[in-house]
C-alpha cells in the first residue's frame, strides 16, 4: 500500500521540488539512490524541456530524471553493477508502483539493455545521464559544457541515433552564450555547475534549496539575454536601414555629379 501511494505521490505532485522533497523523505527510510548530482542532473533536463519543448510528458520526464538511477550504488560501482544498476532500478520502481513503460523508460538512460524501439523519453534521459557525468567528475576535473557537449557527441553516442541531440546541442549552446549586461555570457549550466559543486554531495535539503533558488537566477539570466540578443538585432537592423539608405543617397549624388558635372559646367561658362 505504502509503495503505491510513493509511486502516485511522485507522478502525481507536479511542482520538481516538491518531488525532490518526497524523494529525500522516502531515502531516510528506504535504500535509494539520491544525492545532489541527481538534482543537478534534473535541473539541466527542467531547462532542457523549458527551452526545447518536446512533445514528451515533462512531468513524466522530470520524475523518471529523479529516478532512473534509483538503484545505483554508492561505493565500489564495479563495471558488473555499472551494467546492471539501471535494470535493478527498473525492477525496483516497479515493486514501488510504477508502471511498465515508467520504467522501462527509466532503463533506456544508457544503452546497455538495447531496448528497441527506443521510447523518446528515454533519449531525453540518456542526453542527460551521458552530459551530467561529464560535468559532474569526482576522479578528475568536470568538463565545462562546451567539452562535454563536444564528447556526447562524438565519444558517448558516436554510432547512436538519439532524436533530441540537435536540440539539446543548441540548448546548451544559447544557454552559455547569450549577452549579458555584464563582462561574461550567460553561462547558466556552468553557474548551475559552480553552486551544486559548492555543496556537500548528501547535503540534499541545501541542494533543494540550491535548485529552487538558481531557478529564479537561470531565468533572469535567460531573459536578460534574449532581451539583448533583439535589442543587439534591432540595432543590426537599424544600422544596415542606415547605410543602405546611405548607399542610395550616394548613388544619386554620384549619378547627378556625372550628368552634371563642375567641369561642364566650367567649360560652357567659359564659351559664354
Request: aromatic share 10%; with cysteine.
Amino acid at each position: 500500500m505504502y509503495n503505491d501511494s510513493f509511486a502516485d505521490m511522485m507522478l502525481n505532485e507536479r511542482k520538481l521540488s516538491e518531488k525532490m522533497k518526497i524523494l529525500l523523505y522516502f531515502k531516510k527510510k528506504h535504500n535509494c539512490f539520491f544525492d545532489n548530482t541527481v538534482i543537478f542532473k534534473t535541473e539541466i533536463c527542467r531547462m532542457f524541456l523549458e527551452h526545447s519543448k518536446p512533445d514528451v510528458d515533462n512531468n513524466l520526464v522530470l520524475t523518471a530524471c529523479l529516478l532512473y538511477a534509483c538503484k545505483k550504488s554508492v561505493i565500489s560501482f564495479t563495471e558488473e553493477k555499472r551494467k546492471t544498476y539501471l535494470h535493478k532500478g527498473a525492477e525496483y520502481l516497479e515493486e514501488l508502483g510504477f508502471d511498465k513503460k515508467f520504467c522501462r523508460i527509466c532503463e533506456q538512460a544508457n544503452r546497455i539493455a538495447n531496448i528497441t524501439p527506443r521510447d523518446k523519453e528515454g533519449d531525453i534521459l540518456e542526453l542527460i545521464d551521458n552530459f551530467g557525468m561529464l560535468l559532474d567528475r569526482d576522479d578528475r576535473r568536470a568538463f565545462n559544457p562546451t567539452e562535454a557537449l563536444f564528447i556526447l557527441e562524438n565519444e558517448n553516442l558516436k554510432g547512436y541515433e538519439n532524436i533530441y541531440l540537435q536540440d539539446f546541442k543548441e540548448f546548451v549552446m544559447e544557454y552559455e552564450n547569450l549577452e549579458t549586461l555584464g563582462l561574461d555570457k550567460s553561462k547558466i549550466i556552468t553557474r548551475w555547475q559552480t553552486k551544486i559543486n559548492m555543496i556537500p554531495k548528501y547535503n540534499l535539503a541545501q541542494g533543494i534549496n540550491a535548485a529552487i533558488d538558481y531557478r529564479t537566477i537561470a531565468k533572469k539570466l535567460y531573459i536578460e539575454g534574449k532581451k539583448l540578443q533583439v535589442n543587439k538585432n534591432g540595432i543590426r537592423d537599424n544600422k544596415q536601414e542606415i547605410n543602405a539608405d546611405r548607399r542610395i543617397k550616394h548613388e544619386i549624388a554620384k549619378q547627378i555629379d556625372e550628368e552634371h558635372k563642375f567641369s561642364d559646367l566650367l567649360n560652357i561658362s567659359g564659351e559664354e
